[in-house]
C-alpha cells in the first residue's frame, strides 16, 4: 500500500465530534474493538481476547483474569479482577496454551497463588488495541497500579506505575503446580530467566517431546533492591535458582524517585540465549513509546489493505476487528531463519508457522490471507511440508504438534488452494507425496481404533477410517466414530489432492482422486433427501449416527466441491431450493460452527441468488454485533471473522480450492482491496444500504457479470467491480447453471 493511499484512507476515517467540534482522525486499528468475542459463559463463545501483539505474533500478550487452560481463555470480559499478564500461545479457548509466561506487579509482600494476587479493575480504567493496553487496578490502602503493553513478534514490552514510596515487585511465574520448570534471577544482569515445558494438549496425539519447553528471558530498566525465587507457597529470598513445580522468580524496587518499573521479556521456543537474541534485535532500547507506536503502524498497513466506505460505526469496528482477527493465525513459530519443531523435538533451518485450525479455517480464514498477506502464504505452506517430514504427515490442528483434533486432512485443501492460485514458492512434487500419504495411507491401529474425538495418547489421526473407505468407497459408521462426517469431508480433501496432482503433472492421479471425491454419492439416502452414515454392510446406520458437531441437515449440504452433483440427487434444483428453504425456515442453519459457513451462498447454484444476497445480510446482522458478545460461536483462529469479513465485501470461497468466490450482497458502498504489487481491486455498489440489498445488475472492469462468481484472478489482478442494488429482487444471475464434477471412466485405482 502507497503512503498516498494510507493518507487517503484517513481522510477517509476523519469524524466530527457534535458536541465539542473536535476533529478526530481515525486510522483502521482504531476502529478494532479487542472485546468483541471475549465475554460469555463457559467455552461456549467467542473466546478471544484483547491480544497485544503483531500480525502473526508468536507471543500474544494480554491480562490474565482466570488461570486459562483447554476450554478456558486467559481473558473474559465479565472478570472484575486481574492476576497477572500472560505471553500466551493459546489459541483458541478449547485449546491448549504452551511454553507460556506470566508477569505480575505486586506491592507489598510476594505473593505467589494466583488468588491471592488478584487485584480489581474496572473497563472504564481499561484501553484495549492489538498495539497498545493499559489498565488501571485497585490495590489495598486505596493504592493503585497501572500495566501498560506493547509487544513485537516474539517480545512484550511492560510498563507499571507503582504509588510513590511503595515496595513494589515484579513476580514472574514460571510453571504453575504439576509442571516442572525453571526460574533463575540475577541482580547484575538485572534479569529474570527460566523456562516452561507445559503443553497442555500433550495427552493428544503421538509425541513425548522431552525437549519442548518455552524459555524466557526478563529484564529490568531499574535495578532491584531484593530478588529471589519461590517453589509454591515458599520464598527462597536472596536465592538464585528455583528449579521444580510451581516456581518462579521475584524482584522488587524501591519507588521513592521513580515510580514507573519497566520489564521487557523475550520469549523462544529454542534456548533462553535465543529468547535473549530475540530481545536483543526486537527492543534494542528502553523506548516504549516508539516501540507502541511502530506496533501501531504495522497494524495500520496491514488492516489498511482493505478500505470501506459507507459502513456504519458498527459495522466499520466488526470489520476491522474481524480483520485483526483473521490476522492472527496461523501463527509465527521461527525464530530468525530457525526453529524447533514439536514433530522430531529437533532444532532446524528454515520458517515455520503453527496453530493451524484446519477443519475451521481452510474453509475461509486462508483464502483471505492470500488476498492480504500473499507474502507468508509460501512459508506458511512450507511449515506444513516440513512437519510432515520431521513428523511423517502434515497436520491437522498442530498446537505445536499433533492433536488430532476435528476430522479429515484439511492440510490438503489450504495446499491446494494455494496451488491453484498461482503460488509455487515450495516443493511441488513434496507437497504431492504429503498430500498422497493423507488421501492413500490409513493411520497406525486404523482398524482397531475407533478415532473418538480428543482420544488420548493415539497415534496421529490422519483420514480414521481410511482402511475401510479404500474398499466400501465410505468410512463405516458401526467401526470409526463420526463416520458420515468424515466420508464427506475426506470427499472434498481427495478433490483437493487431485489438484495438487494435477499441478505435479499427474494426469491419471487428477482423474482417480476426481473420481473418489465423488464418493459422498455413497451416503446420500434417496427415500429421505439427506446423508446418511453407512454401516460396513451396506445398510444404512442410524440417521443420527456418525456426525461431527452435526447432523443430517448440517452435513448434507457439505458437498462444497460440487454442489451442482448435490443438485442433481435431490432430483433438480427445484426440489434442492425446498429443501434450502425447509433448512433456513426450521432453524436448522448454525453459523457459531463452521460446517454452515457456507449455507447462506448456496442458492446462488439453483438459480435463487436474491436468496443468498437477503439470507447472507441476515445472517452477517444476527451473528455478528460490536459487543463484547459480539460473535455468535468460537473464533476459531479467525474463521468467523473471516467469513464476516468477505460476506461484507460482497463474496465468499464456497469452494476456497477452486479460486472462485460466490457473490452474495455487499455491504458497503464501497470496498477497496490493496494488493501487494500495487494493485487494486474495487467492489462498487453506490446504492447499497440495509433496504437495498439486491442485486439489480453487475459488472467486471466495465462488462456485464452475468453469472454470481468472481475469481481470484480478477482480484488479484486490480479492476472494478460494481453492483447497482434496489430493494427488490430481481432475476439477475438466475439463469447460471454450473456444471457437476466429471466421472472419469478411464481413471485406473491407486
Same mark, same amino acid.
Given at each position: 500500500?502507497?503512503?498516498?493511499?494510507?493518507?487517503?484512507?484517513?481522510?477517509?476515517?476523519?469524524?466530527?465530534?457534535?458536541?465539542?467540534?473536535?476533529?478526530?482522525?481515525?486510522?483502521?486499528?482504531?476502529?478494532?474493538?479487542?472485546?468483541?468475542?471475549?465475554?460469555?459463559?463457559?467455552?461456549?463463545?467467542?473466546?478471544?481476547?484483547?491480544?497485544?501483539?503483531?500480525?502473526?505474533?508468536?507471543?500474544?500478550?494480554?491480562?490474565?483474569?482466570?488461570?486459562?487452560?483447554?476450554?478456558?481463555?486467559?481473558?473474559?470480559?465479565?472478570?472484575?479482577?486481574?492476576?497477572?499478564?500472560?505471553?500466551?500461545?493459546?489459541?483458541?479457548?478449547?485449546?491448549?496454551?504452551?511454553?507460556?509466561?506470566?508477569?505480575?506487579?505486586?506491592?507489598?509482600?510476594?505473593?505467589?497463588?494466583?488468588?491471592?494476587?488478584?487485584?480489581?479493575?474496572?473497563?472504564?480504567?481499561?484501553?484495549?488495541?492489538?498495539?497498545?493496553?493499559?489498565?488501571?487496578?485497585?490495590?489495598?490502602?486505596?493504592?493503585?497500579?497501572?500495566?501498560?503493553?506493547?509487544?513485537?513478534?516474539?517480545?512484550?514490552?511492560?510498563?507499571?506505575?507503582?504509588?510513590?514510596?511503595?515496595?513494589?515487585?515484579?513476580?514472574?511465574?514460571?510453571?504453575?503446580?504439576?509442571?516442572?520448570?525453571?526460574?533463575?534471577?540475577?541482580?547484575?544482569?538485572?534479569?529474570?530467566?527460566?523456562?516452561?515445558?507445559?503443553?497442555?494438549?500433550?495427552?493428544?496425539?503421538?509425541?513425548?517431546?522431552?525437549?519442548?519447553?518455552?524459555?524466557?528471558?526478563?529484564?529490568?530498566?531499574?535495578?532491584?533492591?531484593?530478588?529471589?525465587?519461590?517453589?509454591?507457597?515458599?520464598?527462597?529470598?536472596?536465592?538464585?535458582?528455583?528449579?521444580?513445580?510451581?516456581?518462579?522468580?521475584?524482584?522488587?524496587?524501591?519507588?521513592?524517585?521513580?515510580?514507573?518499573?519497566?520489564?521487557?521479556?523475550?520469549?523462544?521456543?529454542?534456548?533462553?540465549?535465543?529468547?535473549?537474541?530475540?530481545?536483543?534485535?526486537?527492543?534494542?532500547?528502553?523506548?516504549?513509546?516508539?516501540?507502541?507506536?511502530?506496533?501501531?503502524?504495522?497494524?495500520?498497513?496491514?488492516?489498511?489493505?482493505?478500505?470501506?466506505?459507507?459502513?456504519?460505526?458498527?459495522?466499520?469496528?466488526?470489520?476491522?476487528?474481524?480483520?485483526?482477527?483473521?490476522?492472527?493465525?496461523?501463527?509465527?513459530?521461527?525464530?530468525?531463519?530457525?526453529?524447533?519443531?514439536?514433530?522430531?523435538?529437533?532444532?532446524?533451518?528454515?520458517?515455520?508457522?503453527?496453530?493451524?485450525?484446519?477443519?475451521?479455517?481452510?474453509?475461509?480464514?486462508?483464502?483471505?490471507?492470500?488476498?492480504?498477506?500473499? !507474502?507468508?502464504?509460501?512459508?506458511?505452506?512450507?511449515?506444513?511440508?516440513?512437519?510432515?517430514?520431521?513428523?511423517?504427515?502434515?497436520?491437522?490442528?498442530?498446537?505445536?504438534?499433533?492433536?488430532?483434533?476435528?476430522?479429515?486432512?484439511?492440510?490438503?485443501?489450504?495446499?491446494?488452494?494455494?496451488?491453484?492460485?498461482?503460488?509455487?514458492?515450495?516443493?511441488?512434487?513434496?507437497?504431492?507425496?504429503?498430500?498422497?500419504?493423507?488421501?492413500?495411507?490409513?493411520?497406525?491401529?486404523?482398524?482397531?481404533?475407533?478415532?473418538?474425538?480428543?482420544?488420548?495418547?493415539?497415534?496421529?489421526?490422519?483420514?480414521?477410517?481410511?482402511?475401510?473407505?479404500?474398499?466400501?468407497?465410505?468410512?463405516?459408521?458401526?467401526?470409526?466414530?463420526?463416520?458420515?462426517?468424515?466420508?464427506?469431508?475426506?470427499?472434498?480433501?481427495?478433490?483437493?489432492?487431485?489438484?495438487?496432482?494435477?499441478?505435479?503433472?499427474? !494426469?491419471?492421479?487428477?482423474?482417480?482422486?476426481?473420481?473418489?471425491?465423488?464418493?459422498?454419492?455413497?451416503?446420500?439416502?434417496?427415500?429421505?433427501?439427506?446423508?446418511?452414515?453407512?454401516?460396513?454392510?451396506?445398510?444404512?446406520?442410524?440417521?443420527?449416527?456418525?456426525?461431527?458437531?452435526?447432523?443430517?441437515?448440517?452435513?448434507?449440504?457439505?458437498?462444497?466441491?460440487?454442489?451442482?452433483?448435490?443438485?442433481?440427487?435431490?432430483?433438480?434444483?427445484?426440489?434442492?431450493?425446498?429443501?434450502?428453504?425447509?433448512?433456513?425456515?426450521?432453524?436448522?442453519?448454525?453459523?457459531?460452527?463452521?460446517?454452515?459457513?457456507?449455507?447462506?451462498?448456496?442458492?446462488?447454484?439453483?438459480?435463487?441468488?436474491?436468496?443468498?444476497?437477503?439470507?447472507?445480510?441476515?445472517?452477517?446482522?444476527?451473528?455478528?454485533?460490536?459487543?463484547?458478545?459480539?460473535?455468535?460461536?468460537?473464533?476459531?483462529?479467525?474463521?468467523?471473522?473471516?467469513?464476516?469479513?468477505?460476506?461484507?465485501?460482497?463474496?465468499?470461497?464456497?469452494?476456497?480450492?477452486?479460486?472462485?468466490?460466490?457473490?452474495?450482497?455487499?455491504?458497503?458502498?464501497?470496498?477497496?482491496?490493496?494488493?501487494?504489487?500495487?494493485?487494486?481491486?474495487?467492489?462498487?455498489?453506490?446504492?447499497?444500504?440495509?433496504?437495498?440489498?439486491?442485486?439489480?445488475?453487475?459488472?467486471?472492469?466495465?462488462?456485464?457479470?452475468?453469472?454470481?462468481?468472481?475469481?481470484?484472478?480478477?482480484?488479484?489482478?486490480?479492476?472494478?467491480?460494481?453492483?447497482?442494488?434496489?430493494?427488490?429482487?430481481?432475476?439477475?444471475?438466475?439463469?447460471?447453471?454450473?456444471?457437476?464434477?466429471?466421472?472419469?471412466?478411464?481413471?485406473?485405482?491407486?
Amino acid at each position: 500500500m502507497t503512503k498516498l493511499s494510507f493518507l487517503l484512507m484517513c481522510v477517509l476515517f476523519i469524524t466530527t465530534s457534535a458536541l465539542t467540534g473536535q476533529v478526530t482522525t481515525k486510522t483502521p486499528v482504531d476502529w478494532v474493538n479487542p472485546y468483541i468475542g471475549t465475554d460469555g459463559p463457559g467455552s461456549d463463545y467467542g473466546g478471544t481476547m484483547p491480544l497485544v501483539t503483531t500480525p502473526f505474533g508468536m507471543t500474544n500478550w494480554t491480562a490474565q483474569t482466570r488461570q486459562n487452560k483447554i476450554s478456558v481463555s486467559s481473558y473474559n470480559y465479565g472478570d472484575t479482577t486481574i492476576s497477572g499478564f500472560i505471553g500466551t500461545h493459546q489459541p483458541a479457548i478449547w485449546m491448549g496454551d504452551f511454553g507460556y509466561v506470566t508477569i505480575v506487579p505486586e506491592l507489598d509482600d510476594i505473593k505467589t497463588d494466583p488468588e491471592a494476587r488478584k487485584l480489581s479493575f474496572s473497563h472504564a480504567d481499561e484501553k484495549t488495541t492489538p498495539y497498545y493496553y493499559s489498565v488501571l487496578m485497585k490495590a489495598e490502602k486505596s493504592r493503585e497500579i497501572r500495566a501498560e503493553i506493547t509487544a513485537t513478534d516474539h517480545c512484550g514490552y511492560l510498563r507499571f506505575t507503582f504509588p510513590q514510596n511503595s515496595r513494589a515487585s515484579i513476580v514472574v511465574e514460571a510453571t504453575r503446580p504439576k509442571i516442572t520448570g525453571l526460574a533463575q534471577v540475577s541482580s547484575d544482569k538485572r534479569e529474570i530467566t527460566g523456562f516452561n515445558p507445559d503443553r497442555m494438549d500433550a495427552h493428544l496425539g503421538p509425541f513425548a517431546l522431552p525437549n519442548f519447553k518455552g524459555y524466557f528471558v526478563v529484564q529490568f530498566r531499574q535495578a532491584s533492591v531484593e530478588s529471589g525465587t519461590y517453589e509454591g507457597p515458599q520464598l527462597h529470598g536472596g536465592t538464585q535458582s528455583a528449579s521444580g513445580a510451581n516456581v518462579g522468580a521475584y524482584a522488587t524496587f524501591t519507588t521513592a524517585q521513580e515510580r514507573t518499573i519497566e520489564v521487557r521479556v523475550g520469549t523462544s521456543f529454542i534456548s533462553i540465549e535465543q529468547a535473549r537474541a530475540n530481545l536483543q534485535k526486537e527492543i534494542p532500547s528502553w523506548d516504549f513509546d516508539s516501540l507502541r507506536d511502530a506496533l501501531k503502524r504495522t497494524w495500520n498497513d496491514k488492516l489498511g489493505l482493505i478500505e470501506i466506505d459507507g459502513a456504519s460505526d458498527d459495522q466499520r469496528a466488526i470489520f476491522y476487528t474481524g480483520l485483526y482477527h483473521s490476522l492472527l493465525y496461523p501463527r509465527l513459530f521461527s525464530e530468525y531463519g530457525r526453529y524447533y519443531s514439536a514433530f522430531d523435538d529437533r532444532i532446524h533451518s528454515g520458517v515455520s508457522y503453527t496453530a493451524y485450525s484446519l477443519w475451521d479455517t481452510f474453509r475461509a480464514e486462508h483464502s483471505l490471507l492470500t488476498l492480504v498477506t500473499p !507474502e507468508r502464504v509460501n512459508d506458511m505452506v512450507k511449515a506444513l511440508l516440513q512437519n510432515y517430514q520431521e513428523g511423517g504427515w502434515m497436520p491437522k490442528w498442530p498446537n505445536p504438534s499433533y492433536t488430532n483434533i476435528m476430522i479429515a486432512t484439511h492440510a490438503d485443501a489450504m495446499v491446494a488452494e494455494a496451488i491453484n492460485k498461482g503460488f509455487r514458492g515450495f516443493d511441488l512434487n513434496l507437497a504431492y507425496e504429503a498430500a498422497h500419504k493423507d488421501a492413500m495411507t490409513p493411520p497406525d491401529g486404523d482398524t482397531t481404533r475407533k478415532w473418538f474425538d480428543r482420544e488420548p495418547h493415539t497415534p496421529y489421526e490422519a483420514r480414521a477410517g481410511l482402511t475401510y473407505a479404500k474398499k466400501l468407497g465410505y468410512v463405516p459408521a458401526d467401526k470409526t466414530a463420526e463416520a458420515a462426517s468424515s466420508t464427506l469431508e475426506d470427499a472434498y480433501d481427495d478433490y483437493a489432492v487431485a489438484q495438487i496432482a494435477k499441478a505435479a503433472g499427474k !494426469e491419471s492421479d487428477y482423474r482417480f482422486f476426481i473420481n473418489r471425491s465423488r464418493n459422498y454419492r455413497l451416503l446420500f439416502n434417496p427415500e429421505t433427501g439427506f446423508m446418511q452414515a453407512r454401516d460396513s454392510d451396506g445398510s444404512w446406520a442410524d440417521p443420527g449416527a456418525g456426525w461431527t458437531e452435526g447432523d443430517k441437515w448440517v452435513y448434507t449440504w457439505s458437498v462444497m466441491h460440487d454442489i451442482p452433483g448435490l443438485m442433481q440427487l435431490m432430483g433438480g434444483a427445484d426440489n434442492y431450493n425446498r429443501k434450502l428453504d425447509e433448512h433456513f425456515a426450521g432453524g436448522h442453519n448454525h453459523h457459531d460452527n463452521e460446517p454452515s459457513h457456507h449455507y447462506g451462498y448456496l442458492y446462488d447454484y439453483s438459480g435463487e441468488p436474491w436468496k443468498t444476497q437477503k439470507k447472507v445480510r441476515e445472517i452477517a446482522a444476527e451473528a455478528y454485533t460490536n459487543t463484547p458478545t459480539g460473535i455468535l460461536g468460537n473464533e476459531d483462529c479467525g474463521q468467523m471473522s473471516a467469513w464476516y469479513v468477505f460476506t461484507a465485501m460482497g463474496f465468499y470461497p464456497v469452494n476456497p480450492v477452486s479460486g472462485d468466490y460466490m457473490i452474495g450482497s455487499p455491504l458497503f458502498r464501497k470496498t477497496v482491496i490493496h494488493s501487494a504489487h500495487g494493485k487494486q481491486f474495487v467492489i462498487s455498489a453506490p446504492e447499497a444500504s440495509d433496504t437495498n440489498l439486491y442485486i439489480q445488475s453487475a459488472e467486471l472492469n466495465g462488462k456485464s457479470l452475468t453469472i454470481p462468481v468472481v475469481r481470484y484472478s480478477d482480484i488479484t489482478a486490480g479492476g472494478t467491480l460494481t453492483f447497482k442494488m434496489g430493494p427488490t429482487p430481481s432475476k439477475w444471475a438466475s439463469d447460471w447453471k454450473p456444471e457437476p464434477l466429471p466421472e472419469y471412466h478411464d481413471a485406473a485405482a491407486r
